[in-house]
C-alpha cells in the first residue's frame, strides 16, 4: 500500500500563485506516471496535469501555460506550480498513482476574485 501526501493548497488571490507537493511513502523514480486531479464543488473529478517517470508532461487545456507539473526522485515528490490563478481553479486537488490506483486525502485551494 503506497501512502500517498498532499500539501500547500490554501486561499490565495486571482493572479496569485501556490506550489502543491505530493508526497509518496516509495520510491516514485520507477512510476511510470503520476498525476494530479481536481474535484470542484458539484463537478467530476478532472485530470489536471501529469508527468512520466522520464519527465513528459501533459496538461489540460485551462492550466496550459499557467501550471507546472515536476518530479524530485530524490524525494519522492511531486510538485503542481500553479501561477496565475483564477478562481475556477478552486478545487480539490488530489495526486494519483495510477499503477494501483493510489490516491491522496486531497488538498484545498480555493481562489478568490
Known amino acids: 500500500q503506497v501512502q500517498v501526501v498532499e500539501s500547500g493548497g490554501g486561499l490565495v488571490q486571482a493572479g496569485g500563485s501556490l506550489r502543491l507537493s505530493c508526497a509518496a511513502s516509495?520510491?516514485?523514480?520507477?512510476?511510470?506516471?503520476m498525476e494530479w486531479y481536481r474535484q470542484a464543488p458539484g463537478k467530476q473529478r478532472e485530470l489536471v496535469a501529469s508527468?512520466?517517470?522520464?519527465?513528459?508532461?501533459n496538461y489540460a487545456d485551462s492550466v496550459k501555460g499557467r501550471f507546472t507539473i515536476s518530479r524530485d526522485n530524490a524525494k519522492n515528490t511531486v510538485h503542481l506550480q500553479m501561477n496565475s490563478l483564477k478562481p475556477e481553479d478552486t478545487a480539490v486537488y488530489y495526486c494519483?498513482?495510477?499503477?494501483?490506483?493510489?490516491w491522496g486525502q486531497g488538498t484545498q485551494v480555493t481562489v478568490s476574485s
Open positions: 516509495e520510491r516514485i523514480s520507477s512510476i511510470p506516471v
Open positions: 508527468i512520466t517517470k522520464f519527465g513528459g508532461t
Open positions: 494519483h498513482i495510477m499503477i494501483g490506483d493510489y
